[in-house]
């Protein structure tokens, strides 16, 4: 069974501060992806990565995906109140589509 | 319709009752995923859809939950002798077949079973 373990589970901080939330498998992924959901929503794709080592900036979203690629980091720099929200991974296994969410990082942001 | 599309949005049932929910997939989309969400947790896989067929039906808790997808487009999550343990929020989502794709969400339907 794959397992993405998120961390921290809760996160809450004040505006202007830098985080990073972490999501870590045993398993290995052909590809990870991030996604942010609001409640009442459905999760919204953030980015995807692909390749091991791979970084990828979104704004003040910095998105890593684990050289053995079985693992993934979030950072956002100086946290904004909009930022609230549920972060999400989600890995994707080989010759599969099937997608495996982890366990959910719920951030909130201070004015 | 330009998203997915679940239906209904809100479902109360009483314990031991059946239970169908329903999913509009993207026009086009091949794959058709069917998630369990409770509050603050990340979505549980239940199954998935490539076309007509269930790729992958590892997620269903037991026997008394069933999906279809006669016809490649809509799906039916089907819930018999419902229990509270099922109460929680049933996510679809849709995605064009192949890897690192973006799977697109519906809003949901919130069951909740009393």
């Known amino acids: 069974t794959q397992l993405l373990e998120q961390s921290p589970q809760f996160l809450s901080i004040q505006e202007g501060e830098n985080l990073t939330v972490y999501c870590n498998s045993s398993s290995v992924f052909s590809s990870l992806q991030w996604y942010r959901q609001e409640p009442g929503e459905g999760p919204v794709l953030l980015v995807t990565?692909?390749?091991?080592?791979e970084v990828k900036k979104l704004k003040r979203l910095t998105f890593q995906f684990g050289d053995a690629r079985k693992d993934s980091s979030l950072h956002i720099t100086a946290a904004q109140p909009g930022d609230t929200g549920l972060y999400l991974c989600a890995g994707v296994g080989y010759n599969t589509d099937k997608l495996i969410f982890g366990t959910g990082t719920r951030l909130q942001v201070f004015p | 319709g330009a998203g997915v599309s679940q239906t209904p949005s809100n479902k109360v049932t009483e314990k031991g009752k059946y239970v169908e929910l329903r999913c509009d997939p993207i026009?086009?989309?091949?794959?058709l995923y069917w998630y369990r969400q409770s509050l603050g947790q990340g979505p549980e896989f239940l199954i998935y859809f490539q076309g007509t067929g269930a790729a992958d039906d590892s997620g269903l808790p037991n026997d008394r939950f069933f999906a279809v997808r006669p016809e490649g487009s809509v799906s039916t999550l089907k819930i018999q002798r419902t229990e509270r343990g099922d109460s929680a929020v049933y996510l679809c989502a849709s995605s064009l077949m192949g890897e690192s794709t973006e799977a697109f969400f519906g809003q949901g339907t919130r069951l909740t079973v009393v």
């Open positions: 026009s086009g989309h091949t794959a």
């Open positions: 990565v692909v390749t091991g080592g």
